[in-house]
């Protein structure tokens, strides 16, 4: 199995952009899809992008994921942050033997 | 609409088991696999096991094998997952969660607390 590497935390101010890394430790990140989903305290994980950059239905245009093979990373971006981005945000993979979840970055908007 | 819908929490003793429901509709439950993750407090996402409400395959994540048992009763359209020889360790909201296509969630359930205490 592999692992995702994502920063702890990072805080933006509202109305900024801010870009939350997912690092893949071993194989190349193109080769399985990348997910990203947002979980706020108290609630379960929603989906803001799959397939490494499609958004669902509901999910607003400021939200826009993207793979980097040169850094085996990828990448979540929130453009024209709002308070109510604040939640706690999880890259996840997978292989033959299952899902891999990042660890979550903590994002703070103030 | 696709709903999860979890049991409810639950309460063990250490060495105890505990079996969690996951109830679905609004969709051929034969068509997708369900997945397990679980959250620890303040920690983050983990998987844990999936299996195929089709043909009943299962897939465990290593560190589970042995203590996990996951099945369906297509008759239902309910998935259980069976946790054996709990932990304090093992406190932590359990989800189980749609699969969509074998790579990703797409729908998850509310989540079922699981507190391991003596």
């Known amino acids: 199995n592999f692992m995702l590497t994502q920063p702890l935390s990072m805080s933006e101010s509202p109305g900024k952009t801010v870009t939350i890394s997912c690092t893949r430790s071993s194989g190349s990140i193109a080769s399985n899809y990348v997910q990203w989903y947002q979980q706020r305290p108290g609630s379960g994980p929603t989906t803001v992008i799959y397939?490494?950059?499609?958004?669902p239905s509901g999910v607003p245009d400021r939200f826009s994921g993207s793979i980097d093979s040169s850094s085996n990373s990828a990448s979540l971006t929130i453009s024209g942050l709002k308070t109510e981005d604040e939640a706690d945000y999880y890259c996840?993979?997978?292989?033959?033997?299952?899902?891999?979840f990042g660890g979550g970055t903590k994002l703070t908007v103030l | 609409q696709v709903q999860l819908v979890q049991s409810g929490a639950e309460v063990k003793k250490p060495g105890a088991s505990v079996n969690i429901s996951c109830k679905a509709s609004a969709y051929t439950f034969t068509n997708y696999g369900i997945s397990w993750v679980r959250q620890a407090p303040g920690q983050g996402l983990e998987w844990m096991a999936w299996?195929?409400?089709?043909?009943?395959?299962?897939n465990y994540a290593q560190k589970f094998q042995g203590r996990v048992t996951m099945t369906t009763d297509t008759s239902t359209s309910t998935a259980y997952m069976e946790l054996r020889s709990l932990r304090s360790d093992d406190t932590a909201v359990y989800y189980c969660?749609?699969?969509?296509?074998?790579?990703?969630?797409?729908?998850w359930g509310q989540g079922t607390l699981v507190t391991v205490s003596s």
């Open positions: 299996i195929s409400a089709y043909n009943g395959h299962r």
């Open positions: 996840q993979s997978y292989d033959d033997s299952g899902w891999v």
């Open positions: 397939e490494d950059n499609q958004r």
């Open positions: 969660a749609r699969d969509s296509g074998g790579y990703r969630p797409d729908y």
